[in-house]
């Protein structure tokens, strides 16, 4: 008596016939169509040096500088070194220092060639352009070292804040590191010329603070 039990026992027997026969098919098929192949033939030639990759300096992205940071004056000046202060105080902004230093130090104005705000009497990360970099002078921001070097041949540069009690902002940070790739765009300045004040050859300072990450800011550069 057949009834639905030895039916599906009697379907499935014949699925695995058909799956069996399946497989021998495939297994026949893949070896007409592999077993002629010729297996490619890898060599090596022991003499032959490769070259090792040569990897060529990344070109740095163009960048949008703005305008009144190129010279006004076409000096000649040769600039061949940076130096980073930072002011010691919690505000200020260019205006403010070129009053002191004219009033306290009787300079001309202020020492610095760039000024970057903290957000307190500037927006934070504003690079101001100081009359002594538009008129291409000597700053008044280094002094000390032998001949007057740093005030002749750097560019000085001052954030606002005090790095002893605080870090540089990151948009202070991003506004240096743009104006540093600017100034070695025009100038060829290495990166081994970037000082911070108390390490300018010369000098003797804590300025721009103990804070100030110099390691950082190296690595932010596009150079
Ligand atoms: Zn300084």
Redesign the pocket.
Known sequence: MINSKSIAHLWQSLSSIKLAAACICLFILSGCIYTDEPMPKITYDYNTQVASPKFSKPIPKPQNFPADWKRHVKSGKKWTAI????S?TKNGNSAIFDKWHREGNHWEGVGYDFVIGNGTDSRDGKVEVTFRWRKQKTGA??GGTPGNWANREAV?I?LVGNFNNTVPSSQQMQSLAALINFLHSDYGIPKNRIY???TTPG?N?D??GRNFPMAKLKSMLNF
């Open positions: 130096v980073i202060h930072h010691g921001h280094c000085g001052c911070g004040h108390g000098c300072t300025c721009p």
